[in-house]
């Protein structure tokens, strides 16, 4: 019997189970690498590729180039300190699904794609992408900056159709109004202002400067200082409500911060942690299911759900349109819709036409011209 006669491989290049692998010479060292794939033409052109770049720097534990990646992206003024913890937090996560010893230069499409799959199992499509695309961008940062992967594993990653679910958890304007009024401390009434009103983020509300408020102009305008940089970078300005204003007129300017501002910034992530404080108040409320957070998407649901532009919406959180949309887009009224939402409750303007606040009486008086 005649047996089919194997191809002659190209040199270091040989087949372990249905994959190629490549065996290179370096410092004295052999070191043997999947070329992930098992067609042969594909795995002589990542070879070739791999020969080419023979001086890569020896891949520390996969750990320890973790907090190299984090570091640059704060250095480059990528992240923010939160951000680079949480981005953190996801890449760990996945190093520790991998073999020990693993290293930025060993890991494989295969590996990924087991973590993302099994990250699919337990948590959210949105969630399982997140934590994929925060490996992908270090692996980015390893191919074009560290130098010590050869290729991105996450290129090849096969990902499923996300579908965006819409936000639901918001309080409704009366609930909003009354957890306000009920707060025992004035500060508690700023970080509450502060959300519900303005839709700053948690950070955003504990690194609050004093010249951030113009009253006069009625605008809140969220500038970098030197203990904050915004999500994206992007600074941004947002209306003051009249009764954000009428507040701020007796709370006052705080110097150098808003809130707190006798706590210094120390080890911690975060300068001044309100977040126990306000859960314990809103158990109280028995609403333990309002969360800092959700002051934010109640600011942007109640402004979709009376009419309001959506790209006005983005741009006063500081969000991508898209986003806003997905998260939001199901709220928007049509022309019935918005009659209904402002004869329950309306946002009135300013005489700049930009500060939203509630306002029966010129909704009335638009109604009696008509």
């Known amino acids: 019997m005649n047996r089919r006669k194997r191809p002659k491989l190209p040199r270091g290049i040989y087949l372990r189970g249905r994959l190629y692998w490549l065996a290179i010479q370096r410092n004295g060292k052999r070191h043997f690498i999947t070329l992930e794939t098992p067609d042969l033409a594909e795995a002589v052109r990542r070879s070739e590729i791999m020969r080419e770049n023979l001086d890569l720097e020896h891949g ?57 799959d099994e990250a699919l199992e337990r948590t959210a499509d949105t969630t399982a992408l997140g934590y994929v695309m925060a490996v992908r961008a270090f692996f980015r940062w390893a191919v074009e900056i560290a130098r010590t992967a050869r290729r991105n594993p996450v290129k090849d990653v096969k990902l499923a159709k996300t579908i965006g679910r819409a936000r639901k958890d918001f309080c409704p304007f009366e609930l909003r109004d009354r957890l306000i009024r009920g707060a025992p401390t004035d500060e508690l009434k700023f970080i509450l202002f502060s959300g519900f009103h303005a839709g700053l983020r948690f950070q955003e509300i504990v690194e609050a400067r004093p010249f951030w408020f113009d009253l006069d102009a009625g605008r809140l305008n969220l500038r970098k200082t030197t203990t904050i940089n915004f999500k994206d970078r992007e600074e941004r300005s947002i209306p003051l409500t009249i009764e954000f204003q009428m507040f701020l007129k007796s709370y006052g300017p705080r110097d150098p911060f808003m809130l707190r501002p006798d706590v210094p ?9 309100f977040r126990a404080s306000f859960m314990k108040y809103m158990r109280a409320q028995g609403c333990d299911w ?59 303007f300013s005489t700049s036409g930009n500060s939203p606040a509630s306002s029966r009486e010129q909704h009335a008086s638009r109604s009696t011209r008509r």
Request: glycine residues 4%; positive net charge; proline residues 4%.
């Open 60 to 116: 520390a534990p996969l750990n320890d180039e973790i907090d190299r990646f984090i570091a640059y992206k704060i250095r480059q003024q990528e992240y923010t300190r939160s951000s680079a913890l949480t981005k953190r937090n996801k890449l760990l996560l996945f190093a520790a699904s991998l073999p020990p010893g693993a290293t930025a230069a060993t890991v494989t499409t295969r590996q990924v794609q087991r973590f993302y």
């Open 265 to 273: 910034h120390g080890k911690c992530l975060y300068r001044y942690d």
């Open 290 to 348: 309002v969360t800092p957070h959700t002051m934010r998407h109640t600011f942007a649901s109640l402004l979709v759900s009376v009419g309001e532009s959506i790209y006005k919406v983005a741009v006063w959180l500081g969000d991508e349109v898209a986003t806003v949309q997905k998260h939001y887009g199901h709220l928007t009224p049509d022309n019935h819709g918005i009659e209904k939402a402002f004869s329950e409750r309306s946002l009135a």
